[in-house]
């Protein structure tokens, strides 16, 4: 199957650092891209979607001076965190599809970054 | 708005008993549902798609539009079963998923 890859896994960071998440499709075009956030024993919550050479659409809520997003290939996705607080700490989860709408499109998950920010 | 709801965040059985996660959605269009499961320390993974009316390990999910309900059932739970079972609903001319709350699902031996 697909694979998605992100990186890092894991980061620590001091308040005020911005921090750059990493997704990659590895073995396809990942046309679509998808950011989560899940909190301790919650569920994914989307942040935003990217169609490679666009801008992301973010969904309400979500800052997108505060999370910036870019696609720049068909492959790689970034979330940069910008300014990072205490409350930012969470679980970031990138997913990926290779087509760009209709029934039955798979979504293909990373294995997640885990920000914490002192 | 589309708004998927897992009734239970835990659900606790035996080793060889029924399971059933439910799963209840809300939306205006035509549904296509999921469930995903993530196993402890990996990834979430697709198990399996209302439209394919398939089995995965065992698991069988059947859509009811009359009672918007897509819940996922296995007649005989095995301890690799253990793990968070996740519903979610394609929206937005199916290109974005929204995901229920999730149930962590723990078969005993």
């Known amino acids: 199957g697909a694979v998605v890859s992100q990186h890092p896994s894991r980061v620590i960071c001091k308040s005020g650092t911005s921090v750059k998440i990493e997704c990659r499709s590895l073995d396809f075009q990942a046309t679509t891209m998808f950011w989560y956030r899940q909190f301790p024993k919650q569920s994914l919550m989307l942040m935003a979607t990217?169609?490679?050479?666009?801008?992301?659409?973010?969904e309400q809520g979500v800052e997108k001076d505060k999370f910036l997003i870019n696609h720049a290939s068909l492959t790689l996705s970034t979330l940069t965190v910008t300014s990072a607080h205490p409350e930012d700490s969470s679980f970031y989860i990138c997913?990926?599809?290779?087509?760009?709408?209709?029934?039955?499109?798979?979504?293909?998950f990373g294995p997640g970054t885990r920000l914490t920010v002192l | 708005a589309q708004r998927v709801t897992q009734p239970e965040k835990l659900l606790s059985v035996f080793k060889g008993a029924p399971v059933e996660l439910k799963c209840n959605y809300s939306y205006s269009g035509s549904p296509e549902l999921f469930w995903y499961v993530q196993y402890s320390r990996q990834r979430l993974q697709l198990l399996l798609r209302?439209?394919s009316r398939e089995s995965i390990k065992g698991f069988t999910a059947d859509l009811n539009k009359g009672e918007t309900s897509f819940h996922l059932k296995k007649p005989f739970a095995q301890e690799e079963d253990s793990a968070m079972y996740y519903c979610?609903?394609?929206?937005?001319?199916?290109?974005?998923?929204?995901f229920g709350g999730g149930t962590r699902l723990m078969v005993k031996p």
């Open positions: 990217s169609n490679e050479g666009s801008k992301a659409t973010y």
């Open positions: 997913s990926a599809s290779s087509a760009s709408g209709g029934a039955g499109n798979e979504q293909f």
């Open positions: 979610a609903l394609l929206y937005n001319a199916g290109n974005m998923l929204t």
């Open positions: 209302h439209i």
